[in-house]
C-alpha cells in the first residue's frame, strides 16, 4: 500500500496529541493512531460505520472550521477535518458522562449473569462496563420492580449458531457481516423500540458458509456456538495460532484447546490473507481427529493375515524389509494425496528418490492429467509472494479476475471474500466461465461465460481480446481433465499479459508441488529430466545420482499395480472415491504386493495395508502450508500427542533401516535441509512434456458438471453433526427444459452407476448440461456415476 502524499493527510488534536492522517479517515481511527482507546461495540474496522450503539461518543469543541459539536458525537462516523480537536473520555468530562449515560442504557435490560455466558471472561460489555461504566445503575430493582426484558432462549438462527436475544445490544455487527462480507442476509433486524431484536425469516435459517464469523464478532454473549456453548470458559484454555487444513486459502486460525482437547477455532487477523473472516469449514471442521477409529499406533500384519499392534521400530523394520523387497520385483509407487505439510511431502519426494529409487510419485489423488503436470512445472512451481505472483491484495487491486473451472464460494472461501470486498468497492468485474451462475457468483455480480464441460478452452481463448495486464485469471484443479485448457490459460496469460495463480482445492497441493511430489519434478523445481537439475540435488543430498526417467502420474501408477509391474505401494491419506478410477484404485491397492499406508483414521486402505502408520493430525505437529498464492503458512504444534508422529519421522525410520538414511527427523531438521536445497536457478526445459489429455466424450446423453460443496460428505467433515447440518440440499440442477421434460426427481445413469435425486431448473444452465454436487450423496460422483464431463443419461417422471 502506498505511503499517502504530506497534501493528502489533515492534521488533528485528539485529547491534546497532534497526529496526521489521511482525509477522510473516521475520528475513533484516527484516536487509535494516537494511542488512545475508544469504547465502543458496533465499531468494526471491516465493516462500513452505522453509529449504532453510541458508546464512542466523544466531544468535539472544534470541528476543524473554529465551531464545534454542541453535543457528543459518534466516533465511529465522524471524518476528521483540518484543525479538528477531539477530546475522548480521557480528558472530557463532557465525553465520560456520555458514554457512562449509554453504558447504563445498554445494560437496563441486559443480563447480569456474567459468570455462566459463554462471552465471560472475553465480553466487550463485561469489559467496557468495569473501565467506562457507571458503580451503580439507577435503574435498579426498586424502580422497574425487579424485572427485565426476556426472551425464550436460545433460538436456533442455524443448526451452528444459537441466539439469546436478551444478551443482544442491538449493535447490528452480525446483519451488517451477514449483508456486507458474507453477502447471505438471511438475519436481520425486526420489531422496534424495547423489543427491537435479531431475526430470521419463517424457515429460511441463517444457512452460510460463512456463519461462525458472527459468533465471534458478536461484542456480547448474545451469538454462541452449539458447539461450544457451556462448554470452557476462556481462563480455561491455552490459544495457539494455526493454519486452516480444509483448502488451500491459507487462512490464519486461533486454536484454543484444554487438557489436550481442541474446545473451539476461530479466526486468527491476518490482513494479509484472510483478514479475520474464516469459513465455519474452518472453524468447526476439527472434530474429525477425535473420532472413535483414530489411528495411535502402528500396525503390522502377520503371517495369518491379521493386523496387530506393533511397536515403532518393529514397523520400521517391517515396512523396510517390505519395501526393499517390493522395489526389487518391479519397484514401488508412492500416491501421497494433497493434505501434507511441505515438510512432509519433501520427506516423501525425497523418500521416493533415495530410498527406493524411483520418481513414480503422485499428489494428486483425483482426476488429473499430464498437461496438467506440465503446467504446474511451468506456471505454477517457484511463484510466491516475494516473486510477483498473484495474491490476496491483486484480487482488490485487479480491473477483471476470471474464474476458469473454479467455483470460489465452495472450494476457496477467502477468495471469495475478498473477491465480493473488491466487487463492492467497485474495482473489479469477476467473469466466470462456468455453466450457469452459482449462488456465490450471483453474490460476486459475476459476468457468466456460458460453458459446457469440456468447452472451457474455447471460452478461454475467446475472451483473450478483453483481458490485459490489469486481469487476474484465476484457474482450478478442475481444468486437468479438460483437454487444453490449461495449456490455453498459459497461452493467453503469456499474450495478454494477464497474471495467472493455480487454485488448488487442498491445503498441501501446493507444497507437494514445491516439494517435488511430481513424477517429473524434483524438491525446488528441479526437472527430473535434466542432467544438470538432478546432479545438483545429489550433491545438496549427499547421494551418488538419482533415477533420470519420468516417472509414472497417480492413474499410471494404478495401472501398473493391478498389472503387477509395480511390486509395492506407500499411500497416505488417500480415499479411491476421490480418485479418478475408484474401482481401479480399490483394485490396485488389492494387487499390490506389499503396502504401506499412512493415514489419520481407519479406512478401506489401512485394513488392506500390510504396515500402517498413524499420521498426527496438524493440531498435534508443526509444518508449513503453502497456499495458492505461494505463500508459505507455517504453524507450530498446539497438541503434543505421543500415540501419533509426523509423517516425515516415520518415512525417516523406515529409510535409516533400508540403508538410505534421510538426513533428518524432526520438522525443524526438514525445515532447515528445504531451506538449504532451496529452490532451482538453472535453466532447464519446462517444455518438456507432451499432452496427455483425455478426449473429449461427444457420445449421447448430457454433459456431467460437477464440483464439491464447501460442506459436504468429506471425512474431515466427520464428527460434527452441527455443521453437517448446514450443508445445502442435494439436488441436480438441470436447464428449464429438461426439469421441464423430466419433473422434480431425476435419475442420472453414468458408465458406473446409477443415482436418483430431486432435481430444480437453473435458469442459465447450459443446454445438455446436468450438476450435481460431487460428493453430498453415497460414496461420491467418481464412484456411483461418472467422470466429470463424460455422458450420461436422463430419466424421470415427467411433469
Known amino acids: 500500500m502506498s505511503t499517502p502524499e504530506k497534501s493528502d493527510l489533515v492534521t488533528v488534536t485528539i485529547d491534546g496529541v497532534q497526529v496526521d492522517v489521511p482525509a477522510g479517515t473516521l475520528v475513533i481511527r484516527a484516536a ?17 460505520p452505522v453509529g449504532a450503539c453510541r458508546q464512542c461518543l466523544v466531544d468535539v469543541p472544534d470541528a476543524g472550521n473554529g465551531r464545534g459539536f454542541p453535543k457528543p458525537q459518534a466516533s465511529c462516523t465522524l471524518p476528521v477535518a483540518e484543525g479538528m480537536v477531539v477530546s475522548t473520555q480521557v480528558t472530557s468530562p463532557v465525553a465520560d458522562k456520555a458514554q457512562k449515560g449509554v453504558m447504563e442504557l445498554l445494560l437496563i435490560n441486559h443480563p447480569l449473569d456474567c459468570p455462566v455466558c459463554d462471552k465471560g471472561g472475553e465480553c466487550p460489555l463485561q469489559n467496557q462496563a468495569m473501565s467506562n461504566g457507571q458503580g451503580e445503575s439507577r435503574f435498579s430493582d426498586a424502580r422497574n420492580h425487579g424485572t427485565k426484558r426476556t426472551f425464550p432462549k436460545p433460538i436456533n438462527l442455524s443448526p451452528t449458531v444459537l441466539l439469546d436475544r436478551e444478551r443482544c445490544i442491538v449493535c447490528q455487527r452480525c446483519t451488517r457481516f451477514a449483508a456486507e462480507i458474507a453477502g447471505d442476509p438471511f438475519i436481520a433486524l425486526v420489531e422496534r423500540g424495547a423489543q427491537q431484536q435479531i431475526g430470521i425469516a419463517e424457515d429460511a435459517p441463517f444457512l452460510s458458509y460463512f456463519s461462525g464469523n458472527v459468533i465471534q464478532i458478536c461484542p456480547v454473549g448474545a451469538l454462541t456456538s452449539e458447539q461450544y456453548r457451556f462448554r470452557s470458559r476462556p481462563f480455561d484454555l491455552v490459544s495457539s495460532p494455526g493454519i486452516a487444513e480444509h483448502d488451500a486459502c491459507g487462512s490464519a486460525i486461533r486454536v ?6 481442541v474446545m473451539r477455532r476461530l479466526a486468527g487477523d491476518d490482513p494479509e490473507v484472510n483478514e479475520e473472516w474464516i469459513t465455519d469449514k474452518d472453524r468447526f471442521g476439527f472434530a474429525y481427529a477425535n473420532e472413535a477409529d483414530r489411528l495411535t499406533y502402528p500396525q503390522v500384519r502377520d503371517e495369518d493375515g491379521t493386523l496387530r499392534p506393533a511397536s515403532w521400530p518393529e514397523a520400521f523394520a517391517v515396512a523396510a524389509r517390505g519395501l526393499a523387497a517390493a522395489r526389487e520385483e518391479g519397484g514401488v509407487g508412492v500416491l501421497t494425496g494433497g493434505r501434507l505439510t511441505a515438510e512432509d511431502a519433501y520427506a516423501y519426494s525425497k523418500f521416493a528418490r533415495v530410498a527406493l529409487g524411483t520418481n513414480d510419485i503422485d499428489f494428486r489423488a483425483r482426476p488429473h492429467s499430464a498437461e496438467e503436470a506440465g503446467f504446474l512445472a511451468q506456471h505454477v512451481v517457484l511463484t510466491a509472494p516475494a516473486g510477483g505472483s498473484v495474491t490476496y491484495a491483486d484480487l482488490e487491486t485487479a480491473s477483471k479476475v476470471v474464474l476458469v473451472g473454479l467455483e470460489p464460494e465452495d472450494e476457496a472461501g477467502a477468495i471469495f471474500l475478498r473477491l465480493r470486498k473488491s466487487v463492492l468497492a467497485g474495482g473489479t468485474e469477476v467473469v ?16 457468466l461465460v456460458p460453458t459446457a464441460p469440456g468447452d472451457e478452452e474455447a ?9 490485459d495486464a490489469d486481469t487476474v485469471l484465476l484457474v482450478g484443479e478442475r481444468l486437468a481433465v479438460v483437454p487444453g485448457a490449461l495449456n490455453a490459460a498459459g497461452e493467453v496469460a503469456g499474450e495478454t499479459g494477464a497474471r495467472l495463480a493455480w487454485v488448488p482445492r487442498r491445503a498441501g497441493d501446493r507444497g507437494a508441488v514445491e516439494a517435488g511430489c511430481l513424477p517429473i519434478l524434483l524438491p525446488g523445481g528441479r526437472p527430473v529430466m535434466v542432467d544438470e537439475a538432478r546432479a545438483d540435488l545429489a550433491a545438496a543430498w549427499g547421494v551418488d545420482h538419482l533415477p533420470a526417467e519420468p516417472g509414472r502420474s497417480g492413474d499410471a501408477i494404478v495401472a501398473a499395480l493391478v498389472t503387477g509391474e509395480l511390486g509395492g505401494l506407500v499411500i497416505a491419506g488417500v480415499d479411491p472415491d476421490d480418485t479418478a478410477e475408484p474401482a481401479a484404485t480399490r483394485d490396485a491397492i488389492a494387487a499390490a504386493g506389499f503396502v504401506v499406508a499412512f493415514d489419520l483414521r481407519d479406512s478401506e486402505v489401512t485394513d488392506q495395508a500390510d504396515v500402517v502408520f498413524p499420521v498426527a493430525p496438524v ?3 508443526a509444518g508449513t502450508f503453502v497456499n495458492w498464492e505461494g505463500r508459505a503458512r507455517p504453524f507450530e504444534a498446539a497438541l503434543h500427542n505421543p500415540a501419533s508422529l509426523p509423517e516425515l519421522r516415520a518415512l525417516s525410520g523406515i529409510a535409516e533401516e533400508m540403508g538410505a538414511p534421510l538426513g533428518f527427523r524432526t520438522v525443524e531438521e526438514a525445515r532447515a535441509e528445504m531451506a538449504a536445497v532451496g529452490p532451482w536457478d538453472g535453466h532447464g526445459a519446462t517444455s518438456f512434456l507432451g499432452v ?8 449421447e446423453g448430457v454433459l456431467l458438471s460437477t464440483w464439491k460443496q464447501s460442506v459436504d460428505n468429506g471425512s474431515m467433515l466427520d464428527g ?5 447440518a448446514t450443508a445445502r440440499p ?7 427444459a429438461l426439469y421441464d421434460a423430466h419433473g422434480p426427481t431425476v435419475t442420472l445413469t453414468g458408465d458406473r452407476g446409477s443415482v436418483t435425486l430431486p432435481a430444480e431448473p437453473a435458469a442459465d444452465l447450459v443446454d445438455g448440461v446436468v450438476w450435481v454436487p460431487a460428493d453430498s450423496f453415497g460414496a461420491g460422483v467418481l464412484a456411483d456415476l461418472a467422470s466429470p464431463g463424460s455422458r450420461i443419461t436422463i430419466e424421470g417422471g415427467g411433469r
Not at 484454543?256 to 482437547?261: C, Q, V
Not at 460434527?720 to 453437517?724: G, H, P, S, W
Request: charged letters at 30%; proline letters at 10%.
Open 459 to 467: 471460452a478461454l481463448r475467446g475472451l483473450a481480446g478483453e483481458l
Open 432 to 447: 466466470a466461465v462456468a455453466p450457469f451462475t452459482t449462488r456465490g457468483l450471483a453474490k460476486l455480480s459475476a459476468r
Open 619 to 621: 493440531t498435534d505437529k
Open 32 to 48: 487509535e493512531r494516537a494511542g488512545i482507546q475508544v469504547p465502543r461495540f458496533c465499531d468494526h474496522p471491516l465493516l462500513a
Open 720 to 724: 460434527d453433526k452441527y455443521l453437517r
Open 256 to 261: 484454543d484447546h484444554r487438557r489436550g482437547k
Open 730 to 736: 442435494v439436488v441436480a440442477l438441470l436447464p428449464p
Open 692 to 699: 496427455d489429455s483425455p478426449t473429449p466424450d461427444t457420445g
